[in-house]
């Protein structure tokens, strides 16, 4: 489905991505694991064209959307939940998901408004709530919420579990999982909650320096003793 | 305020905790701070004298003000100390003494009735909560639901303030200068409401909005000059150039973020009017165009006693007396009729697609692109459409004056617009209407306050963003409700 090859990143002279490479099939749960200016928010960034590779392609089901403009890859079918969320602060619930459905079918709202309000029903109660007054979690699930109101092909999350309670975390991650499994969306989730991403995936990454040093199933990087000496043990 | 310390005193003579010294130093600190700001400020005044330019000192004011300052502090130092209900009855007497005595000079009497209110205010404050002063917190919540009340309220307000506009002309009280001011408001809030649109929703802080007033003012002047071409041809003419110049500037600036976009558009601002100023040949420079026709009555009727050829007059053609004052109530329901179509574009557009992109482009730039939202698109149709507003404004503003030149589109006007949004409240628009009555009517109400008004403008802004940073009335309202009346409609045409 997204297939990205040599993929350079640079943030002025700062080489952020030294060569990417990287497949995500469809209907896959894929997590890119990694610790802290690893590069892996620059990749998801990346992938939706800002900041622009400067070398490598990223082609999405079939077509090169390296150069394309952000609002144009967006159209293609990937949608994001950014780094920090970024919802609408002052906007109410109910217009931050309306702002999601801007590249949808038209006509779509209704029934896709329906379906998210279902897997997260606490945004229900919060309907007409200012955005910027929820709690962090509550926001999070505001943000998938509103990236899977533009019925996306494509789902890019960048760390979802950031900064939330465990208990929270666990809900989160549970809705990915039934979004997969039920609306067969792929999932492509940048994460530094390893345990949670890696349990959660088909398929995983390990980035370090803005290179990908490992690859596997999601459950044979869960074994790597590396892995767990480098992400796993003591951060639990 | 006028209050001798000694009546306080025996006012309430139950409270020991009164502590004098340290209030009466405190008092005399303000005075003395108020002392080294008047004695430069109010003490001196430079007078024309046949001999050149004098210095005429003014004791009187200096030692009223330093008064008056200590008085003040002395009453807030009261209220503090459990003596609020003395010192509002002595601060509502002195506001009434300043309402009904003679006053040597309006300035006194204006500060007799301010201070005194203020001050009454604070101490009514304290009875009833038990504190002298509200934190910010309490203070900023208060305020809002005022605000979200005038907001509700706006659905009646909205219909009376326009019928009371409409027919206002047709009351008895309208003569010239009342309908001149009429005129003046209404330009200004329809230039706040056209950038409302910028600003307000789209978020972007345009500092040269006064160029496209400029272009739209020009435009009309040179066509009906060169060509000869009337009001209503050029009307929408101007419209057009002005976005088309707002397409101009929006192209290379608008990758610009924040400050540098606001100072590439500041610059814009002073580039046309310096190329007005400079193409001698073509503009009149500093002269101006004088002469520009004024409007007919939609192409069949002429507001003068005797019109020319091909024209009839409008006394005639309906009936009425000739009188000069037609035209100016005319002028009038022209420009209250182009606001109100700029403040029904900004109703409806928030609702639409387009709207919700600049709302999402003003909360969250980056988390607008990732939704699919085309920025650059967005921001140059609100540039555009921003700019179109300005120049049918300017337009009226050129067939109204009958003259214009550059130094009617200086950069004081587009501060003034700016503050004219910010000080409502951005994206609000009744918030518009209640910052030009306060930012325009204000000083035109109080020009027998002469030199002073300006003053009393600059401490209203300065209040204003001390107790309501982000304007009077900055409440939003959602633009759609769950299961509401409307059906929110899906958003296919922000692409």
Request: a positive charge; charged letters at 15%.
């Amino acid at each position: 489905m997204l297939k990205v090859s040599g993929v350079h990143t640079f943030y002025g002279a700062i080489e952020a991505l030294k060569g990417i490479d990287l497949e995500i099939g469809s209907g896959e749960i894929v997590s890119l694991i990694g610790a802290n200016g690893a590069g892996k928010s620059t990749l998801l960034m990346t992938l939706c064209g800002s900041p622009r590779a400067r070398q490598g392609r990223v082609i999405f089901e079939g077509e090169d959307i390296t150069d394309l403009p952000t609002h144009e890859i967006v159209r293609r079918g990937i949608a994001q939940s950014p780094e920090g969320r970024r919802i609408f602060p002052r906007m109410s619930v109910l217009e931050n998901l309306q702002m999601g459905s801007i590249v949808a079918k038209p006509g779509s709202f209704e029934t896709e408004l329906e379906r998210v309000l279902t897997l997260f029903p606490r945004l229900k109660e919060r309907i007409h709530q200012r955005a910027g007054t929820m709690s962090g979690g509550e926001q999070q699930m505001l943000a998938i919420g509103r990236a899977l109101m533009s019925q996306p092909r494509l789902l890019l999350l960048d760390e979802p579990s950031l900064g939330l309670a465990p208990l929270i975390v666990k809900q989160i991650f549970q809705v990915i999982k039934a979004i997969n499994e039920e609306q067969k969306m792929t999932v492509f989730m940048v994460e530094q909650n390893a345990f949670h991403a890696l349990k959660l995936a088909h398929r995983g990454y390990v980035m370090v320096n803005g290179r990908i040093t490992m690859t596997g199933s999601g459950a044979q990087l869960l074994a790597d003793p590396e892995v767990r000496a480098a992400y796993l043990e003591g951060g639990h | 305020m006028t209050m001798p310390s000694h009546t306080a005193s025996a006012a309430a003579p139950t409270n020991r905790a009164v502590d004098w010294p340290g209030t009466l130093r405190d008092a005399g600190l303000a005075a003395f701070v108020a002392l080294l700001l008047t004695l430069p400020l109010v003490g001196l005044r430079t007078i024309d004298r046949p001999t050149g330019l004098g210095i005429e000192a003014r004791p009187d004011e200096v030692i009223a003000s330093i008064v008056l300052v200590f008085l003040g502090r002395l009453g807030l130092g009261l209220i503090r100390q459990n003596l609020a209900l003395p010192v509002l009855v002595l601060a509502l007497a002195c506001a009434g003494v300043g309402l009904v005595l003679p006053m040597p000079t309006q300035v006194l009497r204006l500060v007799l009735v301010a201070g005194g209110g203020i001050i009454a205010l604070r101490a009514a404050i304290t009875l009833t909560t038990g504190r002298s002063k509200l934190s910010q917190a309490e203070r900023d919540r208060r305020m809002d639901r005022v605000a979200v009340q005038v907001q509700h309220a706006t659905k009646y307000i909205a219909p009376v303030a326009i019928i009371g506009a409409a027919i206002l002309p047709l009351t008895p009280i309208a003569d010239r200068q009342i309908l001149d001011i009429g005129i003046l408001l209404l330009t200004y809030i329809m230039l706040g409401w056209g950038l409302n649109i910028v600003v307000g929703l789209a978020g972007l802080l345009d500092l040269g909005y006064v160029a496209f007033y400029a272009v739209g003012a020009y435009s009309y002047a040179l066509l009906a000059h060169y060509f000869g071409l009337s009001f209503w041809v050029c009307l929408p003419l101007a419209g057009m150039l002005a976005a088309l110049s707002g397409v101009l500037l929006g192209f290379p600036v608008l990758r610009l973020r924040g400050d540098y976009f606001a100072i590439v558009t500041l610059g814009f601002g002073e580039i046309i009017r310096i190329i007005l100023v400079n193409w001698y040949q073509f503009t009149g420079g500093p002269n101006g165009i004088s002469g520009i026709p004024r409007p007919s009555f939609f192409g069949i009727a002429d507001f003068t006693r005797t019109p020319t050829e091909g024209m009839a007059a409008f006394h005639e053609l309906f009936g009425l007396e000739f009188s000069s004052l037609h035209r100016i109530v005319f002028m009038y329901y022209l420009i209250l009729a182009l606001a109100l179509v700029v403040n029904l574009f900004t109703l409806r557009v928030r609702k639409l697609p387009l709207g919700r992109a600049w709302e999402a482009l003003r909360e969250d730039e980056i988390a607008s692109a990732s939704l699919g939202i085309n920025r650059t698109n967005m921001k140059l149709a609100a540039f555009a459409i921003a700019a179109m507003f300005g120049g049918f404004a300017g337009s009226f503003f050129a067939t109204r004056q009958g003259f214009i030149s550059p130094e009617s589109f200086t950069f004081i006007e587009s501060a003034i617009i700016l503050a004219i949004v910010v000080l409502g409240g951005m994206g609000s628009q009744i918030g518009v209407v209640v910052a030009t009555l306060l930012v325009i009517g204000l000083p035109e109400a109080f020009r027998e306050l002469a030199d002073y008004r300006m003053l009393a403008f600059g401490m209203g802004m300065v209040v204003i963003m001390l107790w309501r940073p982000r304007g009077l009335l900055a409440h939003r309202d959602p633009t759609i409700l769950l299961h509401g009346g409307r059906k929110p409609q899906s958003a296919g045409a922000a692409r």
